[in-house]
């Protein structure tokens, strides 16, 4: 499985994480989530042990609305707040290539 590594890295901001913590919440070495970052191949369960962390501490909703974020000038976080809950994994992995 691969990750999307622009939204992986979209979700640590909006929790205000580095690599270090959400390797500490997934219960994953550090080596193993910069593979997940970059977008390297990763096994099923490591895919779910990601995505049940970011599920468990959701984004912080006060930081998102203060960035902004608005990628590629598409997006108004105002009018349109990002995903949290279930759909996060929707939108972070990549299918099989």
């Known amino acids: 499985m691969y990750f999307n590594n622009y939204l992986v890295k979209l979700e640590l901001a909006k929790r205000a994480w580095q690599q270090a913590d959400l390797a500490r919440e997934a219960r994953l070495s550090e080596p193993t989530v910069r593979a997940v970052i970059r977008g390297r191949r990763v096994s099923a369960a490591t895919a779910l042990k990601v995505v049940q962390a970011l599920e468990r501490n959701p984004p912080n909703e006060r930081l998102v ?3 902004n974020w608005s990628p590629r000038g598409t997006r108004d976080l105002a009018s349109n707040p990002p995903e ?3 759909r996060v994994a929707n939108r972070l992995l990549i299918p099989s290539r």
């Open 65 to 67: 609305a203060l960035l």
């Open 84 to 86: 949290t809950g279930p």
